[in-house]
C-alpha cells in the first residue's frame, strides 16, 4: 500500500542544472515505464480539440517522436544501455504495431482508436529515423519508409502538388507538413534516396507560404489552410514551435538559408506571445483577441525546444516552471485551466481533472527536451523515488479526489483506469 | 475479448461523417469499454451494413485482442434499428434503444450528440461567419456537451442491460 502525499508537499525550487534534470529524468522514465501495456505506451489523452478518457490502450503516435529521440539522446551522452533498451523495446512497439498497409495502430492519439493519425504517424516515424541516426541500428528503416511511403500515397494531392490534412480534402496544415518534411529529409539522408526529397520541399514550401510576413504576428504561421490558399487567422504557439527544426533541417538539406530565416520568424512570434507569468496562450488569432487557455505545461517544453533548437538561451521562467511542475509521479501535468476552454471564468484552483492528468504523449516532449538539455557528461543516476498522490480537482464542475498510484488512475468514485488494461472502468464518464 | 459483426442492410443509416461519426465513436468506444469492463469474453456486435462501422469496430477490435482473455460473460451489441431478438443466449445486451424485455435489468445508459451540443453546432455554424475566436467557442461547447451519462434529449442513447435468468428449484 502505498502512502498518499498532498499535492502541495512535494514542490521543490529548482534551477535547470544537471542535477535538476537528471533527477527529473530519472522520474519521468519511471513514470513513462508505469504506462506500458502490452502493444506500447498507453494513457489517456487531454487536448485542445478533443479528449479520449475511455480508450487508454497504446497509442502508435506522436508520443513515439520524444520517446525515441529521447532516449537515443540520453545513450548518445550517456552509454547506459538501459536508455538504449528504452529505444529498442520503442522500436519494437512500432514494428509490431504496423498494419499490412504501412499504417501504425491507433495512430490518432486524441482521436484514438484511429489509424492514419496525422502528424502521428510522420512523427512516430521520425522517431524512429532519429533514433537510427543515434544508434546505428537500421533494423527498424523498412517500418519507418513503408509508413512514409504509405503517407505519401494517401495524403499526396497531385494536382495542387502538396500534401492534403485527409485523404481527397485539400486542405493544409502546415505543422503537420513540416513533420513530414523532416521525417522524409531524414529518411532521404539515412537511404541515400533523393526521391523523398521533392516531397519533403514541397511540404516544407507550404509550411513558409503560411507564415505570416509582417504585422504584430510577424512570423507566425497559420495553423490551417482550408482552401489550401489562405490561413485560417489561428496561431498556436505551440504547434508554431513544432515548424521550428523542420525549418532548420530543410534549410540544411536543401542548403536554402529561408528557411531558417522562417524558423527564427517563428522564434519572434513565441517570444513576443510569452505571458509575464512565463507561460503561452493556446491560440492567438488575427483579431486580436486570444483563447488563454488551457496553458500547456508538458507542452510547454516543445516550445523551450525550438529556442534550444536554434540554439537562443531558454526563457528561463518557462524551464522551471515545467520543472516544479512534475508530479510525485514523475509524470508531468497537462495543462492550466482546462476548464476555461468553454467558461472563461471557470476557477483555475481547484484545477480540471485534464489540466493534472499526465499524459503520455505531452511528457515525451519534456523527455526530448530535457534529454537534449543534460550534458554530456551525466553518467550518474539516482534512483527513482515516484510516488502515489492524491488532489482534489473539478471534474465537470464537481469536486473529487483526483489520485494517481504506480498502476492506476483514479478520479473520485466515477472513473477508473488501470495503466495496464486498454479501456478505463466506470459508469459516469460525462456531466 | 472476441468480437464478431453481423450486419444488417439498413438504408437508414446516414453516411458516418462529421458528428455522425463522432456519435459512432463515442457508441463504440462505451459499448468497447463496458463490455471490457464487464469481464465479457465475446462480444457480438449487429451493426448496419456500413463499411465506416465496420472499420471502426475492427480497430477497435485489435485492442480488445489482447485483453479479457480470462472474461465470462457474452455480450451482444445491437446497434441497429430494428427490433432487438436473440438475446437469450447473452449475459448483456448493449442497445440504442430502450426495450421492455423483462429479463433485462439497467445497469447505465449515455446520451451521444445531445440536444445542446445541437444548439451550439448551431451557434458554432452561425459565429464561424463573422469570428474564428467565437467558433472555437462553440465549437468546446458543442464537444462538451456532445455525450452525456444519463438520459438526456440526444439523437442516440446507448443503454445497458444485465440478463437476468431465473434460477429454476429442483428441491423437493
Redesign the interface.
Known amino acids: 500500500m502505498c502512502m498518499c502525499i498532498a499535492w502541495r508537499d512535494w514542490r521543490y525550487p529548482t534551477v535547470a542544472n544537471a542535477d535538476s534534470l537528471t533527477r527529473a529524468l530519472v522520474q519521468l522514465d519511471a513514470w513513462l515505464e508505469t504506462m506500458r501495456q502490452?502493444?506500447g505506451y498507453g494513457g489517456p489523452v487531454a487536448h485542445w480539440w478533443?479528449d479520449q478518457f475511455?480508450?487508454t490502450?497504446?497509442g502508435l503516435d506522436w508520443r513515439y517522436e520524444g520517446i525515441l529521440i529521447g532516449y537515443s539522446e540520453l545513450w548518445k551522452k550517456t552509454g547506459n544501455r538501459q536508455w538504449l533498451q528504452r529505444v529498442q523495446q520503442a522500436t519494437e512497439d512500432l514494428k509490431l504495431g504496423q498494419t499490412a498497409a504501412g499504417s501504425f495502430?491507433?495512430s490518432g492519439f486524441e482521436?484514438n482508436?484511429?489509424?492514419l493519425g496525422t502528424p502521428h504517424e510522420a512523427a512516430a516515424s521520425l522517431g524512429l529515423l532519429q533514433s537510427m541516426q543515434v544508434t546505428g541500428d537500421r533494423t527498424a528503416l523498412p517500418t519507418a519508409r513503408r509508413n512514409l511511403a504509405h503517407l505519401v500515397q494517401k495524403l499526396w494531392d497531385p494536382v495542387a502538388r502538396g500534401f492534403n490534412d485527409r485523404p481527397g480534402t485539400p486542405g493544409r496544415v502546415p505543422n503537420k507538413l513540416a513533420t513530414l518534411s523532416q521525417a522524409l529529409c531524414v529518411l532521404a539522408q539515412l537511404t541515400n534516396d533523393n526521391q523523398w526529397l521533392d516531397w519533403a520541399k514541397a511540404a516544407i514550401d507550404d509550411v513558409v507560404r503560411f507564415q505570416i510576413p509582417q504585422g504584430p504576428f510577424q512570423g507566425a504561421i497559420h495553423q490551417y489552410a482550408p482552401d489550401n490558399q489562405h490561413g485560417?487567422?489561428?496561431l498556436f504557439p505551440f504547434y508554431n514551435a513544432r515548424c521550428v527544426e523542420p525549418l532548420v533541417v530543410a534549410s540544411h538539406v536543401f542548403n536554402d538559408p529561408r528557411y531558417l530565416a522562417a524558423a527564427h520568424e517563428v522564434l519572434k512570434f513565441l517570444r513576443y506571445t510569452m505571458t509575464s507569468d512565463g507561460q503561452w496562450p493556446q491560440?492567438c488569432?488575427?483579431?486580436g483577441?486570444?483563447?488563454a487557455y488551457p496553458r500547456w505545461i508538458a507542452g510547454s517544453a516543445e516550445i523551450l525546444y525550438a529556442f534550444h533548437t536554434l540554439g537562443e538561451p531558454l526563457p528561463t521562467g518557462p524551464l522551471d516552471q515545467l520543472l516544479t511542475s512534475q508530479l510525485p509521479s514523475g509524470g508531468f501535468p497537462t495543462a492550466i485551466g482546462f476548464a476555461r476552454?468553454?467558461r472563461r471564468r471557470a476557477p483555475l484552483d481547484p484545477p480540471d481533472y485534464r489540466d493534472v492528468t499526465p499524459v503520455t504523449g505531452w511528457n515525451d516532449k519534456v523527455l526530448r527536451l530535457l534529454s537534449a538539455l543534460l550534458p554530456p557528461s551525466a553518467d550518474v543516476w539516482p534512483e527513482p523515488a515516484i510516488t502515489t498522490y492524491s488532489r482534489e480537482v473539478l471534474m465537470h464542475r464537481k469536486p473529487i479526489i483526483f489520485t494517481e498510484t504506480f498502476d492506476h488512475f483514479y478520479y473520485g468514485d466515477h472513473l477508473s483506469m488501470r495503466k495496464a488494461?486498454?479501456?478505463?472502468?466506470?459508469?459516469?464518464?460525462?456531466? | 475479448m472476441n468480437v464478431e459483426v453481423s450486419t444488417i442492410p439498413s438504408p437508414t443509416q446516414r453516411a458516418v461523417t462529421g458528428p455522425e461519426e463522432l456519435s459512432w465513436r463515442y457508441i463504440l468506444d462505451i459499448i468497447f469499454a463496458q463490455a471490457f469492463g464487464l469481464q465479457c469474453q465475446r462480444l457480438h456486435f449487429v451493426v448496419a451494413d456500413s463499411e465506416a462501422l465496420q472499420t471502426m469496430i475492427t480497430v477497435r477490435q485489435t485492442v480488445g485482442q489482447r485483453s479479457n482473455s480470462d472474461g465470462q460473460g457474452q455480450a451482444l451489441a445491437w446497434c441497429v434499428p430494428d427490433v432487438i431478438e436473440g438475446i437469450e443466449s447473452y449475459d448483456y445486451v448493449f442497445c440504442l434503444k430502450k426495450t421492455t424485455a423483462p429479463s433485462l435489468r439497467i445497469l447505465s445508459q449515455y446520451s451521444i450528440w445531445t440536444r445542446k451540443a445541437r444548439l451550439w453546432g448551431l451557434f458554432l455554424r452561425i459565429s464561424a461567419i463573422w469570428s474564428t475566436l467565437m467558433r472555437d467557442v462553440y465549437m468546446n461547447r458543442a464537444n462538451a456537451e456532445f455525450a452525456a451519462s444519463g438520459h438526456r434529449p440526444a439523437r442516440y442513447h446507448v443503454y445497458v442491460y444485465r440478463m437476468e435468468r431465473l434460477e429454476v428449484s429442483h428441491g423437493s
Open positions: 502490452p502493444g478533443h475511455l480508450y490502450g497504446p495502430a491507433m482521436r482508436p484511429e489509424t485560417d487567422g489561428r491560440i488569432y488575427l483579431s483577441q486570444s483563447a476552454k468553454t488494461e486498454p479501456w478505463a472502468k466506470g459508469g459516469l464518464m460525462w456531466g
